[in-house]
């Protein structure tokens, strides 16, 4: 009998994108979760945009303008030439910052930490428990 052994798993990084219609209501919802694995060298996001949340807390909200933000997001965490300055950055620096504070309607939730052998899965199960 051969004993299987279990994946090798790394540690990560997630933080949650919110969506804060009215910033000087403070109210938000989640619409997003960047996630980074230093030893896969991993950076990647999943987004998801309620609308149905947006109206309840602003009738009056940019939806375009929010969808256009969170798709900032998401070119940064590809890198390549669509990400900007940030091209040349390694997955570390671009998911800092990410992740760093801002006051603006997308902004980013407190940092969290697990263990996966698969990034990229995490991400998905992430964005189906804490976004949609």
Not at 23 to 45: D, H, I, W
Not at 72 to 96: L, T
Not at 105 to 130: I, M, N
Request: glycine share 10%; net charge negative.
């Amino acid at each position: 009998m051969t004993e299987q052994s279990a994946p090798e798993r790394h540690v990560f990084e997630y933080a949650l994108v919110r969506v804060v219609p009215r910033v000087e209501r403070g109210e938000q919802f989640n619409a997003g979760v960047v996630v980074y694995c230093r030893a896969k060298s991993y950076v990647g996001v999943r987004t998801h945009l309620d609308e149905a949340k947006l109206r309840a807390l602003d009738p009056e909200a940019d939806a375009d303008g929010i969808r256009a933000a969170l798709g900032a997001v998401e070119r940064i965490c590809e890198g390549g030439e669509a990400a900007g300055q940030a091209e040349r950055d390694e997955a570390g620096r671009r998911f800092r910052w990410l992740i760093a504070p801002r006051s603006t309607v997308v902004q980013p939730g407190p940092v969290h930490t697990g263990l996966t052998a698969d990034p990229e899965a995490e991400a998905d199960r992430l964005l189906g428990l804490l976004v949609r």
